[in-house]
């Protein structure tokens, strides 16, 4: 199956990825920008097991080259194989692929590299910085968390946006985006001291462009001190 894949495939194969085939039942256009495609996994869930925040590498086609592209498991079900996708849409290879899949479709898929670890002291307060790329993995934070308060920073707008935050608990701020990414870095640096202050044991969860995850990401861990293990911070996309 990593035939033709190129360096990156064989990498993955000596890292004991595992392949896997999913299958496309059917795909729904949840906003103009944003789509969500259901699968069953070829077996996937049973084998790897799921966990918050879990991603899979998809191999999309690019003009007949591997094109490996992270995606978030939304609502997996290792019981009956069943999963979706969730596709913020713009321009690109996996983008096009969501856009035109229909039932039947198929893609192939490596698991490595996805992993969670529950902070531990429980959070008094959960400080996150996502976009329409990470609101898969936000929910699903969101949801791992429990009963924790929640600051989300969210870059764009979620209007139509399947956001599970609760507002009982969770406080969404969105934050449009101007400027590559300066305008979060901004709002972020002006509003997250307080909330760090407010709690013994925060903790901070940053998935946005590689740049403005770096930067966030610096701050809190430099700037502000906060412990590594108490940061998590993943570039979820390269701006062009
Ligand atoms: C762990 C992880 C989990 C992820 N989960 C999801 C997910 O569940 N849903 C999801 O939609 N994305 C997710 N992403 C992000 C996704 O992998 C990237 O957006 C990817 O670049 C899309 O590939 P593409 O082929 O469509 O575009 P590319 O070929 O990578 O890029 C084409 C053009 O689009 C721009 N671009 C790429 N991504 C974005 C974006 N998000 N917003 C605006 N412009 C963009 C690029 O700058 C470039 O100009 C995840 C990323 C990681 C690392």
Redesign the pocket.
Same mark, same amino acid.
């Given at each position: 199956m990593g035939q033709g894949r190129g360096w990156e495939g064989a990498v993955l194969k000596l890292m004991r990825a595992k392949d896997f085939e999913f299958t496309v039942t059917g795909g729904e256009d949840v906003t103009a920008d944003y789509r969500r495609l259901t699968f069953t996994d070829g077996g996937m869930l049973a084998t790897t097991g799921v966990h918050p925040t879990m991603?899979v590498r998809l191999w *999309?086609d690019n003009a007949g080259r591997p094109?490996q592209? $992270? %995606?978030?498991l939304v609502d997996p079900d290792p019981q009956t194989g069943a999963f979706a @996708?969730? *596709? /913020?849409l713009?321009? =690109?290879? /996996? #983008?096009d692929w969501a856009r035109a899949a229909k039932p039947g479709d198929t893609i192939e898929a490596t698991v490595q590299g996805t992993g969670f670890e529950h902070p531990d002291p429980a959070p008094s307060h959960v400080c996150v910085v996502g976009? !329409? $790329?990470?609101l !898969?993995?936000v929910n699903s934070l969101l949801g791992a968390l429990g009963d924790a308060p929640a600051t989300v920073w969210f870059e764009g707008s979620l209007d139509g946006l399947p956001c599970l935050a609760d507002p009982a608990r969770h406080e969404v701020r969105e934050v449009p985006r101007r400027d590559g990414g300066a305008a979060l870095v901004e709002r972020v640096r002006a509003e997250l001291p307080e909330l760090l202050a407010s709690g013994p044991d925060p903790y901070v969860w940053i998935a946005c462009d590689t740049a403005t995850t770096r930067a966030l990401g610096a701050f809190v861990r430099k700037e502000l001190g906060v412990p590594k293990q108490r940061v998590h911070a @993943? =570039? %979820?996309?390269?701006? #062009?």
């Open positions: 991603w *999309f094109h592209r $992270a %995606y978030t @996708l969730e *596709f /913020a713009h321009e =690109g290879c /996996a #983008s976009d !329409p $790329a990470s !898969p993995a @993943l =570039g %979820y996309w390269r701006a #062009s």
